[in-house]
């Protein structure tokens, strides 16, 4: 049984650029959350989507957007990258049909040169 | 003010030895839950265990267990017989109104504790 899977593990951007990351939920969960954690600080929560779409969002800009497949799959897009950018960025998944708490993947350590 | 307070950066402590990392939490909604993750240094954050705001004993996992002080809105994790393995950053986070079916509110986080186990 899968757990949360994501890709990359790692990735180098400039600043302006533009970014993806990838999550696959855990086998039989269909809500998807994303958190963004700076060294040395807990995760911030950023978005969860359920249904495909944005249920609820903490305090991030409009650079920081979401999607969400059919096959419950998310992305997170960051735009104009700042340095201030530069974190590991979790995934953590759900189910909306059991009080699962949330179990996250490995990340995808981003950093904005 | 924050919402989740860990006042532990980090500790030191002997292999065998029991270990507490302390919590305190500040809300308004008599419905939330808590929660302590683990997050060795591979990134992964493992869900350890979960104290709901209306369970009437405190939750137990295992080696963990949850000192659940309502009042004092404090939610410490216990770890009982240390091993050199729980040596990773801890971190106490809470969800607040209800928790209907997972797909709930995003959770807030405190900063952690680095907790190092010695041999």
């Known amino acids: 049984d899968a757990g949360v899977t994501q890709s990359p593990t790692h990735l180098i951007k400039t600043r302006g650029q533009q970014v993806t990351l990838r999550c696959s939920p855990k086998s039989g969960h269909d809500t998807v959350s994303w958190y963004q954690q700076a060294l040395g600080q807990g995760p911030q929560f950023i978005f969860q989507y359920y249904e495909e779409e944005e249920r609820q969002r903490g305090n991030f800009p409009d650079r920081f957007s979401g999607h969400q497949y059919p096959n419950y799959s998310s992305e997170l897009n960051v735009n104009a990258l700042l340095l201030g950018d530069s974190a590991l960025y979790l995934c953590?998944?759900?189910?909306?049909?059991?009080?699962?708490?949330?179990?996250f993947g490995n990340g995808t350590r981003l950093t904005v040169t | 003010a924050q919402k989740i307070t860990q006042t532990q950066p980090g500790m030191f402590v002997q292999e065998k030895e029991a270990v507490t990392l302390d919590c305190t939490y500040d809300t308004s909604d008599p419905s939330y839950g808590l929660f302590w993750y683990k997050q060795p240094s591979s990134g992964e954050m493992i869900f350890l265990i979960y104290q709901g705001s209306y369970d009437q004993q405190n939750a137990t996992e295992g080696r963990y267990s949850l000192n659940f002080q309502k009042a004092r809105k404090s939610a410490n994790l216990v770890i009982s017989a240390s091993q050199l393995g729980d040596s990773a950053m801890y971190f106490c986070?809470?969800?607040?109104?209800?928790?209907?079916?997972?797909?709930?509110?995003?959770?807030?986080f405190g900063k952690g504790t680095h907790l190092i186990i010695q041999p």
């Open positions: 986070a809470m969800r607040e109104g209800g928790y209907s079916g997972g797909g709930a509110d995003g959770l807030t």
């Open positions: 953590a998944s759900s189910s909306t049909r059991n009080n699962s708490p949330l179990h």
